[in-house]
T-cell receptor
Framework: EAEVAQSPRYKITEKSQAVAFWCDPI?????LYWYRQILGQGPELLVQ????????DSQLPKDRFSAERLKGVDSTLKIQPAELGDSAMYLC??????????????FGEGSRLTVL | GQNIDQPTEMTATEGAIVQINCTYQ??????LFWYQQHAGEAPTFLSY????GLEEKGRFSSFLSRSKGYSYLLLKELQMKDSASYLC????????????FGAGTTVTVRA
């Protein structure tokens, strides 16, 4: 069964360092999402891509976060510099068709970030 | 974003039934989703409602009333493995079909 791949699974870093997360969506899925989930809360959308274009990054802290999906396939989310409050699970998800049929999101295993 | 409210925690006994309510406010409603998330794992899709009424899928059912901005997820014949967080999520067609999540309801099933 096709899956959304994410790496690394766990990342521990010190504040002010740079960190990057990678996501490879299910083949053929045009829409890719990065969510941040703080313990005890629901996922919060950081950025949404349609192919290689950003369609929503309104909640992305652009002073320190960046995201790209250069060829419309895999994607990278970067944080520089990391802050203590960035400790969270970073979830990548993809969907087949934006807004049509169920459009359910398929999530990767997530990347758990701890900032010390 | 959307205002999505659901209870924080619920506890039930193995074999029983639990109903998790979700209320939402959105201007461009385009579907409501329920996801299950076990501790430390990614959310997995449970159900989808876009029209009013009840959708049944095995032991799980989901109901939607668009006029009331209300949904519930019904878990029947509870099993220990059903202990998890249940996330209500709403899609908004006026915001590029953005999917926004509630904070989740932690269900604990006791023997």
């Amino acid at each position: 069964e096709a899956e959304v791949a994410q790496s690394p699974r766990y990342k521990i870093t010190e504040k002010s360092q740079a960190v990057a997360f990678w996501c490879d969506p299910i083949s053929g899925h045009a829409t890719l999402y990065w969510y941040r989930q703080i313990l005890g809360q629901g996922p919060e959308l950081l950025v949404q891509f349609q192919d290689e274009s950003v369609v929503d990054d309104s909640q992305l802290p652009k002073d320190r976060f960046s995201a790209e999906r250069l060829k419309g396939v895999d994607s990278t989310l970067k944080i520089q510099p990391a802050e203590l409050g960035d400790s969270a699970m970073y979830l990548c998800a993809s969907s087949l068709v934006r807004g049509e049929n169920t459009g359910e999101l398929f999530f990767g295993e997530g990347s758990r970030l701890t900032v010390l | 974003g959307q205002n999505i409210d659901q209870p924080t925690e619920m506890t039930a006994t193995e074999g029983a039934i639990v109903q998790i309510n979700c209320t939402y406010q959105t201007s461009g409603f385009n579907g409501l989703f329920w996801y299950q998330q076990h501790a430390g794992e990614a959310p997995t899709f449970l159900s989808y409602n876009v029209l009013d009424g009840l959708e049944e899928k095995g032991r799980f059912s989901s109901f939607l009333s668009r006029s009331k901005g209300y949904s519930y997820l019904l878990l029947k014949e509870l099993q220990m493995k059903d202990s998890a967080s249940y996330l209500c999520a709403v899609r908004d067609q006026l915001k590029d079909y953005k999917l926004s999540f509630g904070a989740g309801t932690t269900v604990t099933v006791r023997a």
